[in-house]
């Protein structure tokens, strides 16, 4: 599974064999700086420039569905140039 943004929607893809076709995606509250998934991919970390990060459940994603429950992770007033998972 892919996971790439665009403006304010994040796009889930499924990319098998050279190709790649859409799966899910969503509205976000905020435009995406970075963004990557948990190690199981249940859901998608994603960063604004504002320093926010936030966690949305893969589950939570639609085909138009706007995603107001995502969960913020971290909150500052600095730039944030990039999300990284230590699991």
Do not use: W
Request: neutral net charge; glycine residues 6%; contains cysteine.
């Amino acid at each position: 599974m892919l996971a790439a943004a665009s403006d304010k929607t994040i796009f889930c893809l499924d990319g098998l064999f050279g190709s790649v076709a859409l799966r899910k995606f969503s509205q976000i509250p905020r435009r995406s700086s970075s963004l990557l998934f948990t190690p199981d991919q249940s859901a998608v970390i994603f960063g604004d420039k504002s320093g926010n990060v936030f966690r949305i459940p893969v589950a939570y994603f639609g085909e138009t569905s706007e995603c107001k429950d995502s969960t913020p992770l971290l909150g500052h007033l600095s730039m944030l140039s990039d999300v990284v998972n230590c699991a």
